[in-house]
């Protein structure tokens, strides 16, 4: 077996069944719970608008070049900008999001690196498989390898934001030779995040999720509503709003995206693989309600490198929320060189007695 193949291990047989007793007693419960909301207003549930017709925001080549590729099992669209002699930085959206997530980015950081913002697989332009199983987490890795490949590209920086983090921390367990630095956006190390989840809201839609069609059906509930609830940062009137709405507007557009965490509770990253060689900076907002300051601090002992900003102000979008903050990072990590001095700038920095680093501002 291969390295790459033996970073990823099963959960126990126990944690299995609990996740599968879970997902009954949380689906019956959410069963209940919209049964009574549809007695209660049952036009609450009919209120789907129509969204037909594509945002031009989501066509827009000011931002870059809209491409395909074709891998043996999927299609995948990105948008590309900046020179093909550049370094190379990809960009992993999250949940609910596509490739436009980037928008405040693209510009900037094309001036300085070939920037390529993928639509994951099941989002977007992006093929969309309905089998669970095409989204297990190995198969995503592997495909975004042939992907690199496919364009040419044998080193990159990896900024990932949410689920697009989630699975950038596993591309640099299993792929270091390839992920040159990684700038994981409102998202612990794997892990971290499921020895913890429990303690979250977010542990209960992880188990309705278990759950077949229904989380679908849900979702499109009171015309998208989950949009609205995720980006919060957005106005009900904002384009980049009914931009998503649009992308999001079928059942078929959520069974790709809801299969993603119909898997990733069921493997983790194996405790005995080696701490990450390539440099991880980790971006959070101040005022994050999904991720929690001791998490990103446990998710330093799986690094040899580690550094973290906290951006003022910032929720979980702090790549849109605070984006020239949060471009400033990229640029002060990505483009220049640390010179090894400590500066005062508000930053505190760490050194582990085995030789790795902790900082944070």
Not at 79 to 84: A, D, L, N, Y
Not at 101 to 120: E, K
Not at 148 to 157: D, E, Q, V
Not at 178 to 198: D, E, L, M, Q, R
């Amino acid at each position: 077996m291969s390295n790459e193949l033996l970073c990823i291990e099963s959960v126990s047989t126990w944690d299995t069944c609990r996740i599968h007793l879970m997902s009954f007693v949380f689906g019956v419960w959410m069963l209940c719970k919209r049964a009574v909301g549809w007695v209660w207003n049952p036009n609450g549930y009919k209120s789907l608008q129509l969204h037909d017709n594509p945002p031009s925001c989501l066509m827009d080549s000011s931002l870059g070049q809209h491409k395909y590729v074709k891998l043996k099992g999927v299609k995948l669209h990105y948008v590309e900008s900046g020179s093909k002699d550049q370094p190379v930085m990809l960009l992993l959206h999250g949940f609910p999001d596509c490739w436009l997530s980037w928008r405040h980015q693209i510009p900037v950081l094309s001036t300085y690196f070939r920037v390529i913002a993928l639509d994951l697989k099941g989002f977007g332009d992006s093929d969309k498989p309905m089998w669970r199983s095409s989204y297990r987490i190995d198969i995503i890795l592997q495909e975004i390898k042939q992907f690199t490949a496919a364009l040419g590209i044998k080193k990159c920086m990896i900024v990932g934001h949410d689920l697009g983090a989630f699975i950038g921390w596993y591309l640099v367990h299993q792929m270091p030779n390839i992920v040159t630095k990684f700038f994981a956006v409102s998202c612990p190390h794997p892990n971290v995040y499921w020895n913890n989840v429990s303690q979250t809201y977010t542990n209960q839609w992880l188990n309705f999720v278990q759950m077949p069609y229904l989380p679908e059906m849900d979702a499109l509930k009171e015309d998208v509503k989950i949009i609205s609830q995720y980006h919060k940062h957005l106005s009900a009137q904002d384009v980049y709003l009914e931009a998503y709405k649009y992308t999001f507007s079928r059942k078929e557009d959520w069974t790709g995206p809801i299969n993603y965490f119909r898997n990733l509770p069921f493997h983790k990253i194996s405790d005995h693989v080696d701490q990450i060689e390539t440099t991880v900076i980790l971006i959070v907002g101040s005022q994050d309600e999904f991720v929690k300051l001791d998490n990103i601090v446990r998710s330093t002992e799986y690094c040899e490198r580690f550094y973290m900003k906290i951006i003022d102000g910032g929720q979980h979008f702090p790549h849109q929320e605070k984006a020239d903050e949060f471009n400033s990072v990229i640029l002060k990590y990505a483009v220049t060189k640390k010179s090894g001095k400590t500066q005062n700038n508000g930053e505190i920095f760490f050194e582990k007695a085995h030789g790795g680093t902790f900082r944070s501002s």
